[in-house]
């Protein structure tokens, strides 16, 4: 079973920057096309970032141009660089696989706020 883990995240300022970062259990990760998905209270959860196992990525048009998505196979890990933030980026921020197959993390909550 894999197990993930989100980190990062916290309170930003708009136009400001913030990262987040997922860690993956089981020795399968770099197999695996992943993603950044997010939730907003009130709203259904959406992919906004996919990366393939290739490196290969694509974005939400609400977020492309300002988030970058990337991977550390070494290390099991997937990264979100999140720039020029907005208040309608705040929402808890989730990793799984794209499309998701494993059981969800706590996700890690983006605040933003002037």
């Known amino acids: 079973q894999v197990q993930l883990v989100e980190s990062g995240g916290g309170l930003g300022q708009p136009g400001g920057s913030l990262s987040v970062s997922c860690v993956a259990s089981g020795s399968m990760f770099r197999a695996y096309a992943m993603g950044w998905y997010r939730q907003a209270p009130g709203n259904q959860r959406e992919l906004v970032a996919g990366?393939?196992?290739?490196?290969?990525?694509n974005y939400a048009a609400s977020v492309k141009g300002r988030f970058t998505i990337s991977r550390d196979n070494a290390k099991n890990t997937v990264y979100l660089q999140m720039n020029s933030l907005k208040p309608e980026d705040t929402a808890v921020y989730y990793c799984?696989?794209?499309?998701?197959?494993?059981?969800w993390g706590q996700g890690t909550q983006v605040t933003v706020s002037s």
């Open positions: 799984n696989t794209d499309p998701n197959m494993f059981p």
């Open positions: 990366i393939t196992s290739g490196g290969n990525t």
